[in-house]
């Protein structure tokens, strides 16, 4: 079955970072596209970022200049690096890993910016 597990996640004074992980376990990463997902208590899913098999990326233009996706295909990990996080960024952060009409979510990890 295939995983793919978020880890990172925490509670961060707004201007802090966090880099987040998505760690998949049965499928080979370098083959999908990956993507980045946020949902706020009382909100709807929306897109952070993500990135192709060729590494491009894209993010949120509300986003931009604060968070950078990468992914290590030795490690089958994609990573978010989340700078100057605002409390706004509160949310249960998740990753999907998309090929073709296979589509896999995490469990989300749970990101918190408050003082």
């Known amino acids: 079955q295939v995983q793919l597990v978020e880890s990172g996640g925490g509670l961060v004074q707004p201007g802090g970072s966090l880099r987040l992980s998505c760690a998949a376990s049965?499928?080979?990463?370098?083959?999908?596209?990956i993507g980045w997902f946020r949902q706020a208590p009382g909100k709807e899913r929306e897109g952070v970022s993500c990135i192709s098999t060729d590494g491009s990326a894209y993010y949120a233009d509300s986003l931009k200049g604060r968070f950078t996706i990468s992914r290590d295909n030795g490690k089958n990990t994609v990573y978010l690096q989340m700078n100057s996080l605002k409390p706004e960024d509160t949310a249960v952060y998740y990753c999907?890993?998309?090929?073709?009409?296979?589509?896999?979510w995490g469990q989300g990890t749970q990101v918190t910016v408050s003082s």
């Open positions: 049965r499928v080979t990463l370098d083959y999908y596209a």
């Open positions: 999907n890993a998309e090929y073709g009409s296979s589509s896999y």
